[in-house]
């Protein structure tokens, strides 16, 4: 495997199930962000971890619960979602030693809450 | 205010003729970074191009350069010889601060169409 890798690529839940989305980079990168990417908006950031700890929450529902094992894993836990949370999410990692230190994204989740 | 503005919402252009995509920011940072990615129908975001904000020239990236307008705060995004795999969502984004974690801000992407 090489990047970053997100599973499932797409997942249909209901209001009332949990469920999870697993991204792993194989780059060797310290820091790790969730997007969310909803038709015709700005991409949102949602969390981010650098060096394993979590050092941005852009208001997020709690509803969302991320995960930082390690530096290569980041897990996305969800719960009792709406159907406004159907969207695209994005996993991306960066290395934060060095300027023009760009993000490699993974594939993305298609969720779908019904 | 947004931070990074792009008023293009779809282009069109011919296979092999060249492409503008414009982009503006906003910022009183110093120093700060700017992205263009490109978002194939797959989903996917692939980083094409940086310019830093110390850069005196402007970058380039094969067939991909960055018209950097410090004084404008503008960034936009040169395609030459445009193909009809270049056909996705573009978007600008900015990197604001010297390092440290990574806070991007996206703007809302320009959808080109490449036409045979």
């Known amino acids: 495997e090489t990047g970053v890798t997100q599973t499932p690529r797409h997942l249909v839940m209901g209001m009332t199930n949990k469920k999870s989305l697993k991204c792993e980079q194989h780059?060797?990168?310290?820091?790790m962000y969730w997007y969310k990417q909803s038709a015709k908006k700005p991409l949102e950031l949602m969390f981010v971890?650098?060096?394993?700890?979590?050092?941005e929450n852009n208001s997020v529902p709690s509803r969302f619960s991320p995960e930082c094992p390690n530096s290569s894993h980041l897990f996305l836990h969800l719960h009792t979602l709406q159907p406004e949370d159907s969207a695209l999410y994005l996993c991306?990692?960066?290395?934060?030693?060095?300027?023009?230190?760009?993000?490699?994204f993974g594939p993305g989740t298609r969720l779908t809450v019904t | 205010a947004q931070k990074i503005t792009q008023t293009q919402p779809g282009m069109f252009v011919q296979e092999k003729e060249a492409v503008t995509l414009d982009c503006t920011y906003d910022?009183?940072?110093?120093?700060?970074?700017l992205f263009w990615y490109k978002q194939p129908s797959s989903g996917e975001m692939i980083f094409l191009i940086y310019?830093?904000?110390?850069?005196?020239q402007n970058a380039t990236e094969g067939r991909y350069s960055l018209n950097f307008q410090k004084a404008r705060k503008s960034a936009n995004l040169v395609i030459s010889a445009s193909q009809l795999g270049d056909s996705a969502m573009y978007f600008c984004?900015?990197?604001?601060?010297?390092?440290?974690?990574?806070?991007?801000?996206f703007g809302t992407g320009t959808k080109l169409q490449v036409i045979p």
């Open positions: 971890y650098n060096f394993k700890e979590q050092t």
């Open positions: 310019q830093g904000s110390y850069d005196e």
């Open positions: 984004a900015m990197r604001e601060g010297p390092g440290g974690y990574q806070k991007v801000t």
């Open positions: 780059l060797g990168h310290n820091a």
């Open positions: 991306a990692s960066s290395q934060e030693d060095r300027d023009g230190n760009e993000q490699y």
């Open positions: 910022t009183s940072d110093q120093s700060y970074g």
